[in-house]
């Protein structure tokens, strides 16, 4: 079933804001971006090199590019698959979509014992694709005055790459090639039928016993949608569940992963796997064997640079692959930038189309702005986990206020009392980040995004009146709670007894002169 298929991925609907930074349409008038391609025989048709070079055409790519020729720069985008990129075709798109039908499968079930229909829900899925897709095609994006062409680039000098056997002349490039699964070194798992993430949408029908390998968001996600699709499906994970993420809300997420039959072992890791008729076995390496219809890896990424010829240009990678910038996304070479999954930065489409958005415009105006390092992230599962800056203390003077659910009035109304806001809060009621655990969390992130990025005080952020009932009172309670433990504290109570003591000599005065 592994098969290899880098979809490109796609800035679509979620990248609408992120055009802000590179919207209007840029009038077709160029054509010298087409024009600076010649044959590498040396029979060259332009001399002029072009200003941008984009090498990948997902999230990251379509920004960058789109961002170079808002700024009137002459850019080609080279794709060696399909515009759009892994968010489109194999990421976000699919795994959303299925979350959902999985979501009313299992309500489904429960109202009526119904069986969800594995066909019609791919059927969902491409559909979902289909209408968003147009966004990222090769022919809008030649309409936005980009230069696009299918083919495999690779960089020959710092000013020159080869693709489909012709130079392209550039005066700087942004890699954006994104990354792939990482497959890990156990033993006969090559031998037998696994997917990934990239795969897993060819499935032809549900397996009934779907074993994970993983546990972080896609090891999260897509175990808990095919549980509620009806596979019994098992989670191998060599560390703890999401380990990025707050240890409370990880909890949560395991505890309601096993409502759904989904059986989780955890620090424990595939040894050895072979297949006996028909049945995969997978022997763990605290010597428990697992049987699966279909494995499933999800263990990490791996960028894609093998082949770019960085070692001639002096770019520097790590033991992933993942291309190493500094916080104007520039490599170790100067004309040479880098966005999206192939850098060493957190992998989400939202970040990889403003970083590139950034990167383009640092190297198309010959500027060093740094990108902003308040990064927000949603883990879709149910309940959905979604934080943003510092989700501990991690200093002297830090604390957190935490608002559960259970007492937050929208989700005792609805039903949907598991979850919690916890805020992590600095020196002078500074929030410097938080979790949010529970129905549509990422929906509430927004504004604590912006608490943390515009440097908000718990004080601040409870001066703010929120509309009742909603989820985002939990985030305003945990605020407002911080705020008045301030008002509680032996200085305030005693600043305040002065200022009341004060207040009352100043009337107690008044009255007597008012005497006769
Ligand atoms: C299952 C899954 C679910 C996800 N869900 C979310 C989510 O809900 N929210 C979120 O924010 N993120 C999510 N992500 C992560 C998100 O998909 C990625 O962060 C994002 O797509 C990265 O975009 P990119 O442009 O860096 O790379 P890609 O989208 O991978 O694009 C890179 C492009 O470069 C092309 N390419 C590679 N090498 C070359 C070459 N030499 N020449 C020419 N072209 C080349 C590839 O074909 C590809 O099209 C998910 C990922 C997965 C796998
Ligand atoms: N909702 C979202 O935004 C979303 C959804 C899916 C993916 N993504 C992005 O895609 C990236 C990749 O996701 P991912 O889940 O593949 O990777 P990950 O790096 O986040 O997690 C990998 C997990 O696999 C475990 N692991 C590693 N090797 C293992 C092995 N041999 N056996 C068992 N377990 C092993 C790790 O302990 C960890 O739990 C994420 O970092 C995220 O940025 C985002």
């Given amino acids: 079933m592994q098969r290899r298929h880098r ?6 609907a979620l990248i609408q804001s992120i055009k802000f930074f590179a919207s209007a349409k840029v009038p077709r008038s160029r054509g010298q971006a ?45 794709e060696e698959n399909r515009t759009g990129g892994d968010c489109l075709w194999t990421g976000c798109v699919p795994s959303k979509t299925l979350l959902s039908a999985a979501a009313q499968a299992a309500a489904d079930r429960e109202a009526s014992g ?57 005066r700087q490039a942004l890699i954006a090639t994104g990354s792939a699964p990482s497959i890990p070194p156990v033993e006969g798992l090559q031998e037998v039928p696994f997917v990934t993430s990239e795969t897993i949408w060819d499935l032809p029908s549900l397996p009934s016993r779907l074993l994970v390998l ?44 096993e409502r759904d039959g989904v059986n989780v072992l955890l620090h424990e890791e595939a040894q050895h796997v072979c297949s006996t008729r028909g049945t995969t076995v997978v022997t763990t390496t605290a010597g428990q064997e697992i049987e699966a219809d279909m494995i499933l890896v999800a263990t990490g990424r791996t960028a894609h640079t093998a082949t770019l010829g960085l070692d001639a240009l002096g770019v520097d990678c790590d033991e992933r692959g993942q291309v190493l910038i500094d916080a104007s996304m520039r490599t170790a070479s100067r004309s040479i930038w880098a966005a999206g999954d192939v850098t060493q930065y957190p992998k989400f489409t939202h970040l990889a189309g403003v970083y590139a958005s950034t990167a383009a415009s640092n190297a198309v105006l010959g500027l060093r702005r740094s990108v ?60 410097l980040g938080g979790t949010i655990v529970g129905p549509r969390a990422g929906e509430s992130l927004g504004e604590l995004a912006v608490a943390v990025s515009q440097k908000m005080s718990t004080r601040q952020l409870a001066q703010i009146t929120h509309p009742y009932p909603t989820y985002s009172d939990a985030l305003w309670n945990a605020a407002i709670a911080h705020a008045r433990s301030g008002l509680d504290s032996r200085f305030a109570r005693t600043a305040t007894g002065v200022l009341s003591g004060l207040v009352r000599h100043r009337e107690e005065r008044r009255r007597r002169r008012r005497l006769p």
């Fill in 7 to 12: 979809g490109p991925s796609r800035p679509h």
């Fill in 114 to 170: 119904a069986e969800p229909d594995f066909d019609s829900i791919r059927r969902r899925i491409r559909e979902a694709i289909r209408t968003i897709e147009p966004e990222d095609s090769p022919e809008t994006l030649e309409a936005f005055g980009i230069t696009v062409l299918q083919g495999t680039a690779r960089f020959t000098t710092p000013g020159e790459a080869l693709v489909n056997g012709k130079l392209i002349r550039f």
């Fill in 34 to 78: 087409r024009a600076a391609c010649h044959d590498n025989t040396g029979s060259a048709t332009v001399e002029e090199p072009i200003d941008l070079l984009v090498i990948g055409g997902g999230t990251a790519g379509i920004v960058g590019a789109k961002t170079a020729v808002r700024l009137g720069a002459r850019t080609i985008l080279v």
């Fill in 214 to 257: 993983g546990g972080g968001p896609i090891a999260c996600e897509l175990g808990q949608a095919f549980a509620r699709l009806g596979s019994r499906v098992t989670l191998l994970v060599r560390s703890g569940l999401l380990p990025q993420e707050d240890a409370e809300a990880a909890d949560l997420v395991h505890a309601s992963l």
């Fill in 372 to 431: 902003g390092q308040v990064v927000p992230r949603v883990t879709f599962t149910s309940p959905e986990v979604a934080a943003v800056g510092k989700t501990a203390p991690a200093g002297p003077g830090q604390t957190t206020s935490t608002v559960y659910l259970k007492d937050t009035d929208r989700a005792v109304t609805e039903g949907a009392q598991e979850g919690f806001v916890r805020l992590v809060i600095g020196a002078r009621g500074r929030i």
